[in-house]
């Protein structure tokens, strides 16, 4: 896909985010995700255990000049980069989004937020120390194209964090490959498969990953067996933990799980 192709995709992703019109299958799918999935992440804690190992990740921030990439009005740690680092840059393709956390800026003297395309010619900022992009890179069909751009912004030893959803998981690909034909968002909604995970892999160094939703996907199962709430809870955060450790080091384990986390830095 060409850069303009790109940009053409980029501006009708724009209008939706902003306009937040969706069709009833869309609606359906942001329910399950949005709804019934984010509810389980916060039972088990997992919402946190990211946004945690994510703080970990980050380090010292004082010396470091951070894009918050693709971050609409602001993610759960938007305003946490802007405080702490030296310089802060946020960019997203909604100028309702960055007009929101704008505002919220305008007291922070070494932070900034731009409505641009990432792929823009128009975005002129380089020489990244971190690239935080949570839930951004699936949005971007041509991977190559996405990846020769983030190590242009990247400096020397840049390193990018990343949360995306996989489809690598059979049930799960299933699932999308039935509901896509009728989505709003198929344009720029391309959840990793593994062919595009090892094009970061052999991209980037990955220096560690996390993968959730694999074997504890099957939560609601739990509620067809006569077990007491705090068991089937119980059993949810062992299968969680096996998700969380094992997709560490193992490829089958991480590509069995929903969505991924990676800390990758430039080679």
């Known amino acids: 896909m060409s850069i303009k192709r790109t940009e053409d995709v980029n501006l009708k992703q724009k209008e939706f985010y902003e306009t937040k019109k969706k069709n009833l299958a869309t609606k359906i799918w942001s329910y399950f995700r949005n709804g019934i999935l984010n509810q389980t992440r916060k039972s088990l804690g997992v919402e946190r255990q990211i946004l945690d190992l994510h703080t970990s990740w980050l380090g010292d921030l004082s010396d470091k000049k951070v894009l918050d990439l693709g971050c609409y009005a602001g993610n759960s740690l938007s305003f946490y980069l802007a405080k702490n680092s030296k310089e802060y840059i946020a960019i997203d393709l909604s100028e309702v989004g960055i007009n929101r956390l704008s505002e919220r800026l305008k ?11 990432f792929l823009s010619s128009e975005f002129k900022e380089n020489n990244f120390d971190i690239i935080y992009a949570y839930g951004v890179l699936h949005h971007f069909k041509n991977v190559n194209q996405l990846i020769e751009r983030l190590q242009d912004k990247l400096n020397e030893d840049g390193k990018i964090i990343s949360y995306d959803p996989l489809e690598t998981s059979i049930p799960i690909k299933i699932i999308r490959s039935l ?51 705090d068991k089937k809870i119980s059993i949810s955060k062992e299968w969680h933990i096996e998700d969380w450790e094992k997709s560490q080091y193992s490829n089958s384990h991480m590509f069995s799980c929903m969505h991924l986390t990676i800390l990758m830095k430039k080679k």
């Not at 007291?107 to 395309?117: C, E, G, I």
């Not at 034909?181 to 062919?195: N, R, V, Y």
């Open 107 to 117: 007291d922070l003297r070494t932070a900034k937020a731009y409505t641009v395309d």
């Open 179 to 229: 509901y896509r034909p009728f989505q709003s968002d198929k344009e720029w909604e391309w959840p990793f498969t593994k062919k595009v995970y090892f094009k970061f892999e052999n991209a980037f160094e990955i220096l560690e990953r996390r993968a959730i939703l694999g074997k504890s996907k099957w939560f609601f199962l739990l509620n067809l067996l006569p077990y007491t709430a």
